[in-house]
DNA sequence: ACACTAGTTGCAACTGGATCGCAACTGGAG
DNA sequence: CTCCAGTTGCGATCCAGTTGCAACTAGTGT
């Protein structure tokens, strides 16, 4: 579940807005498809949501906003290790980093958060002397349920 | 330096022949470029270095032999954040995992590993039961060099 | 040394996600 | 209500990567 139920509704609008940047009808159905959403969903897939909302929404408007969202660092990119070819993937920027599970056999996708990651930022920060602003940690192999059903 | 220098030479093209698959005067040039790169290297720059050794090398036949040493774990695939587009980057897989760092200001990549990625992964596996087949973490931010210019 | 064949290559055509240029439209400040 | 910078939709375009297929070849067996 990359979109938590506990999250406030509206909230990357009111980011936006906050920022000082225009609220089209547009970007209000794009913005209402991501925070909705219940799975990473890829460009298309969240055309295809919008277009059930306002049926006139072009591509390239979800394309621009979407990286309109990255620029301000509300959505994060993902491609799940290529898992579904070269797509990439979108979830709304938590407020804790989490890492991304993908399962090479199922493609399923499990997400972890763990404060020896916090740690290891930490030490980068620390040790680099590097200013961390995003983060990305995808993992690929075989998850439980995989494992126990190969042993049948 | 993504490819340290005390790694044996020849390895890649040791490890695919033990493997039992073909060696031809292709994949050999391009393991050769691979092995011996500097710099994270993408499959057009790859082609490039390949046909000054060997003119007639095709991209087709570049993009089969990557999709090859990724399939049996020789070479891992990096986009490191998107700072260059859409491109992919490719590495020789280390014996140690790393993760990359890239600055979102002088687009410079840095690599660091540390025992804390290590227990981080050992905690995946054990809470998780998720069996870790190959890992990649990418982080953006701000390097050090820049950070200090920035202040100028 | 030679022949055989499964695996490999090169070429050209294609795919599909993402981008660009530009004219028309519009949110929201004044 | 006016105005215009910012935004949108459309068509054309780009470009990394893929596919189908005929020709070629590494490596095995004889």
Redesign the interface.
């Known amino acids: 579940m990359p979109f938590p139920q506990t999250e406030t509704p509206g909230r990357l609008q009111a980011e936006l807005m906050s920022r000082g940047l225009r609220m089209t009808r547009q970007r209000r159905t794009i913005l209402q498809v991501v925070e909705t959403a219940s799975t990473h969903l890829d460009a298309s897939q969240i055309l295809r949501k919008a277009r059930k909302l306002d049926a006139g929404i072009d591509r390239v408007t979800v394309y621009r906003t979407l990286s309109l969202l990255k620029r301000h660092g509300l959505v994060d ?1 993902l ?1 799940l ?2 898992l579904q070819g ?1 797509k990439h993937f979108y979830e709304r920027r938590p407020d804790r980093d989490h ?1 991304h ?1 993908a ?2 056999r199922c493609g399923g996708i ?1 997400e ?1 958060e ?1 404060n ?2 916090e ?3 930490g ?2 920060q620390r ?18 349920r995989c ?1 126990t059903n190969e042993k049948n």
Chains 1, 2 share one sequence.
Do not use: A
């Open positions: 990119e491609d290790m290529h070269e890492l599970m399962c090479l499990q972890f763990s020896l990651f740690r290891l930022k030490q980068i040790e680099c002397s590097f200013h961390i602003v995003v983060t990305r940690m995808e993992i690929g192999g075989y998850c439980s494992r």
